[in-house]
Each structure stands twice: as structure tokens, then as C-alpha cells.
């Protein structure tokens, strides 16, 4: 950044002012102030000037004024994020240069609302937080999500077997959290497994695989946690199966939910369909829910011969992005849960600048191909940051050249 900005604080004038000033858009200023990055189509030293000019009537001293245009450090925390950004990991493989761009955004460091946003914009909470979400109330659901919500509530009851598929940051957690949450509050009769994933990944060389042992393990350990597991492999799944019968005729249904399954080893996703076929008669015992990102599609292709049987019994659904007027609906919902009408903070000319920087087109052959990244998370790190940036250059509400100037 500029030392210009420190200048501005110096004597007390926002960017805003200095916009208003010099006939410029707060975005163009920001980009000054905080990048160096001077309006092609005016005149550099001319710009200077007015500026120096605007600076000594507020009451810049000759020394502040002789440094203003120099390059200065940034504070630690501003470097810690764009070291983030720039070592954000990328995954090996064909990737055009737009999924590249894509994986970036979605995993930015997490953003945070500044103590002075807040006052700025009249919040107590930060309404994109860890801790936003503190029910079930607290979920926006669209139609997409509602079906999504329901397909793994029935899979849970009733048995199947369900893989859910969507980009880091659509809400694949929240919807795991709600469905745990939702069995306690409706005090259904279902034992969620949930294996330990940490570390997991699909192959021995770059992390631990979960194999098919350890899945049986869970289930034990939460079937009847209190048999000693039998010596040989056998005996441990024949147990396993009786431990299931006597759970079922107890009246239990039981669901297996594997999160992050696309780092499943392919072998274990061929084993899945010998959990899905312990019956009791013409009742399966137990019910399995995949949930991970993109490349588990990739993993449960038909035309892999090794995992084709799981395939033909596994029902896919993805979480949408909230494309269209969804976009709107999912703003106006997380502000109405803190009682602040959205337009308070975001107008609409900084809506549809949100939409289309997070609606990336990539070229193709024959034509090109709309990316859309517009889910929560990527939203909600835009947008915080965006007011941030409208409270430190003292704009009322985010407008478009606000998301222009991020």
C-alpha cells in the first residue's frame, strides 16, 4: 500500500472524501491508496498534485507529504492473507487455468468483519461466521438444498445408498450437522456411524486410507460398544452382522456417513456394497451416505469396472450454486436473521457485482463455459470483505464499484 493511506488517517480524512474530491469512484481510490494502481485515462502527476493540494489544506505536514506516493509495508495480518491466497494448494492433474482460478477462490483464507465494520454497518454478529449457524432456524434452504436435506433424512430412515456432491464450501457440513441434529430433535430411532476421516487419504504414500476394517470397527463401536471384537476377520464381520440384527430388532435403523469420501481409496468404495447388502430378510441393516467434493463423481464413474456394482445402487445428488435470483434470497436470509434488512448493507448494483465475480467463463473449443462459484462460503468471504472495505472508505451501503475495488 501507499503511505498515502497513512497520511489520510493522519488527518482524519476517509478515502471517501478524497474520492469526492478528485471526481474519482471510491474504487478507483482504494485501488491508489491500497495498490499503487493509478487511473489509466488521467494523469499520474497531475493527480498527485490535487492530492498534496487536498492533503496540506487538512493539515499534512511538508514530511508526510514528501513520502505520500512510496510503497510502504502492510501489517502483518494483510501479509498473512495474501500469503495465503498466493500458496493456496492446487491439485495435480488436466486443470484449466479457470478451475485453477477456481479452486483459489474457494479456498481463500477465511475473512472476518473488523470491529470498525461492524459499528459501520450497525452489526453485533458476523452473519458469515463458524458460529452463525446455531440451529436449525439458522439454515438458509433453497429448493436444491431442501431436496438434498430430505434425500439424506429418507436414505437414513429407510435405507439406500447415497452419495452427495458439491464444491468446498457449499454447505455439505452444515447439511451433515442438520441431519444429525434433525434425528435428536424428531428422536428418530437411527444410530448415525461416523467413521474418523482425519488424515484420511486415498492412497498409503500421502496420508492413511480408511479401509474396510476400520469402517467395520465404527460400526461396532457403535452398534454394541461393548463386545470385544473376535481374533479373525471372519468371525469380526460375523459378528458385525449379528450386532446389526439385534440393533435392527431393537428397532434401530443404522446409517454410515463417510465425510470427505472422495479421498476414499477405490478398493474400500468396491467393499461398500458388502456393508450395503447385511439384510434380515428382505430389510437391509445398513444405510450409507457419501458426502464429499467433485472428484467422488469422478471416483463413482460406471465406467470404472471396480467400482461399477456400488454405482448401480448409489443414488447422486449435487448442492447447486446459488445462481440466480438464489443469490439474492441466500443475502436476504442471513441478514433477516440478525434484524437487518439487506439493503442496509448491499444495494443492488453490488449484488450483481458479486454475481458476476464469482461467475467465471472459461474458453472452450466451440464455445465457452460458464464456472459458477457462487457458493456460501466463496459469497461470504467476498462480501466481508467488501465491507470491509465500504467501512474504511466510508461508504454508506456496498455498491458495485465497492466489489470492484476487492
Given at each position: 500500500?501507499?503511505k498515502?493511506?497513512?497520511v489520510l488517517?493522519k488527518?482524519?480524512?476517509?478515502?471517501?472524501?478524497?474520492?469526492?474530491h478528485?471526481g474519482?469512484?471510491q474504487?478507483?481510490?482504494?485501488?491508489i491508496?491500497?495498490?499503487?494502481?493509478?487511473p489509466?485515462?488521467?494523469?499520474?502527476?497531475?493527480?498527485?498534485e490535487?492530492i498534496?493540494?487536498?492533503?496540506?489544506?487538512?493539515g499534512?505536514?511538508e514530511?508526510d507529504?514528501?513520502?505520500?506516493?512510496?510503497e510502504v509495508?502492510?501489517?502483518?495480518?494483510v501479509?498473512?492473507?495474501?500469503?495465503?491466497?498466493?500458496v493456496?494448494?492446487l491439485?495435480t492433474g488436466?486443470?484449466?487455468?479457470?478451475?485453477?482460478n477456481?479452486?483459489?477462490?474457494?479456498l481463500?483464507?477465511?475473512q472476518?468483519?473488523?470491529p470498525?465494520?461492524?459499528?459501520h454497518?450497525?452489526?453485533?454478529?458476523?452473519?458469515?461466521s463458524?458460529?452463525?449457524?446455531?440451529?436449525?432456524?439458522?439454515?438458509?434452504?433453497?429448493?436444491?438444498i431442501?431436496?438434498v436435506?430430505?434425500?439424506?433424512?429418507?436414505?437414513?430412515?429407510?435405507?439406500?445408498?447415497?452419495?452427495v456432491?458439491?464444491?468446498?464450501g457449499?454447505?455439505?457440513t452444515?447439511?451433515?450437522?442438520?441431519l444429525e441434529d434433525?434425528?435428536?430433535?424428531e428422536?428418530?430411532?437411527?444410530?448415525?456411524?461416523?467413521?474418523?476421516?482425519?488424515?484420511?487419504e486415498?492412497?498409503?504414500?500421502?496420508?492413511?486410507?480408511l479401509k474396510?476394517t476400520?469402517i467395520a470397527?465404527?460400526?461396532?463401536?457403535a452398534?454394541?460398544?461393548?463386545e470385544?471384537?473376535?481374533?479373525?476377520?471372519?468371525a469380526?464381520?460375523?459378528?458385525l452382522?449379528k450386532a446389526?440384527?439385534?440393533?435392527?430388532?431393537?428397532?434401530y435403523?443404522h446409517?454410515?456417513v463417510?465425510?470427505?469420501?472422495h479421498a476414499?481409496p477405490?478398493?474400500?468404495?468396491?467393499?461398500l456394497?458388502r456393508?450395503?447388502e447385511l439384510?434380515?430378510?428382505?430389510?437391509?441393516?445398513?444405510?450409507?451416505?457419501l458426502?464429499?467434493?467433485?472428484?467422488?463423481?469422478?471416483?463413482?464413474?460406471e465406467?470404472?469396472?471396480?467400482?461399477r456394482?456400488?454405482?448401480?445402487?448409489?443414488?447422486?445428488?449435487?448442492?447447486?450454486p446459488?445462481?440466480?435470483?438464489?443469490?439474492?434470497?441466500?443475502?436476504?436470509?442471513?441478514?433477516e436473521?440478525?434484524?437487518?434488512p439487506?439493503?442496509?448493507?448491499?444495494?443492488?448494483?453490488?449484488?450483481d457485482a458479486l454475481?458476476?465475480k464469482l461467475t467465471?467463463?472459461s474458453?472452450r473449443?466451440d464455445?465457452p463455459?460458464?464456472?459458477?462459484l457462487?457458493y456460501?462460503?466463496?459469497?461470504?468471504?467476498?462480501?466481508?470483505a467488501?465491507?470491509?472495505?465500504?467501512?474504511?472508505?466510508?461508504?454508506?451501503?456496498?455498491?458495485a464499484?465497492?466489489?470492484k475495488?476487492?
Amino acid at each position: 500500500m501507499l503511505k498515502l493511506k497513512n497520511v489520510l488517517q493522519k488527518v482524519g480524512r476517509k478515502q471517501a472524501d478524497l474520492a469526492e474530491h478528485l471526481g474519482l469512484s471510491q474504487a478507483a481510490v482504494a485501488q491508489i491508496v491500497n495498490h499503487g494502481e493509478w487511473p489509466k485515462s488521467l494523469d499520474e502527476l497531475d493527480l498527485q498534485e490535487r492530492i498534496c493540494d487536498y492533503l496540506e489544506v487538512h493539515g499534512a505536514k511538508e514530511a508526510d507529504l514528501a513520502g505520500a506516493f512510496e510503497e510502504v509495508s502492510e501489517p502483518r495480518d494483510v501479509l498473512a492473507d495474501k500469503a495465503a491466497r498466493s500458496v493456496s494448494p492446487l491439485k495435480t492433474g488436466s486443470k484449466t487455468t479457470t478451475e485453477s482460478n477456481q479452486e483459489d477462490s474457494m479456498l481463500l483464507r477465511k475473512q472476518t468483519l473488523y470491529p470498525a465494520t461492524r459499528k459501520h454497518f450497525n452489526l453485533f454478529r458476523d452473519p458469515f461466521s463458524d458460529d452463525a449457524i446455531q440451529s436449525h432456524e439458522d439454515m438458509y434452504v433453497s429448493p436444491d438444498i431442501r431436496y438434498v436435506r430430505e434425500a439424506m433424512l429418507q436414505t437414513a430412515k429407510h435405507g439406500g445408498l447415497l452419495a452427495v456432491v458439491a464444491e468446498s464450501g457449499a454447505g455439505k457440513t452444515t447439511l451433515m450437522r442438520d441431519l444429525e441434529d434433525r434425528i435428536l430433535r424428531e428422536t428418530q430411532p437411527i444410530l448415525l456411524i461416523k467413521p474418523y476421516v482425519l488424515a484420511m487419504e486415498d492412497n498409503d504414500q500421502k496420508g492413511k486410507t480408511l479401509k474396510a476394517t476400520h469402517i467395520a470397527e465404527a460400526i461396532m463401536a457403535a452398534v454394541a460398544p461393548l463386545e470385544k471384537p473376535k481374533s479373525s476377520p471372519e468371525a469380526r464381520f460375523a459378528q458385525l452382522h449379528k450386532a446389526l440384527k439385534e440393533s435392527h430388532a431393537a428397532g434401530y435403523r443404522h446409517c454410515l456417513v463417510i465425510d470427505e469420501a472422495h479421498a476414499l481409496p477405490i478398493p474400500t468404495i468396491k467393499h461398500l456394497k458388502r456393508f450395503f447388502e447385511l439384510e434380515l430378510g428382505f430389510k437391509k441393516l445398513l444405510s450409507i451416505i457419501l458426502i464429499g467434493q467433485p472428484e467422488l463423481k469422478t471416483k463413482l464413474s460406471e465406467r470404472d469396472a471396480a467400482v461399477r456394482e456400488v454405482v448401480q445402487r448409489c443414488e447422486m445428488v449435487e448442492l447447486a450454486p446459488l445462481e440466480g435470483g438464489r443469490l439474492d434470497e441466500y443475502l436476504k436470509f442471513k441478514f433477516e436473521r440478525l434484524s437487518k434488512p439487506v439493503g442496509e448493507v448491499i444495494d443492488a448494483s453490488g449484488i450483481d457485482a458479486l454475481r458476476a465475480k464469482l461467475t467465471l467463463t472459461s474458453p472452450r473449443r466451440d464455445r465457452p463455459e460458464t464456472v459458477s462459484l457462487l457458493y456460501p462460503l466463496a459469497v461470504g468471504n467476498l462480501l466481508t470483505a467488501c465491507m470491509n472495505l465500504a467501512a474504511e472508505i466510508g461508504v454508506p451501503v456496498v455498491n458495485a464499484d465497492v466489489v470492484k475495488g476487492v
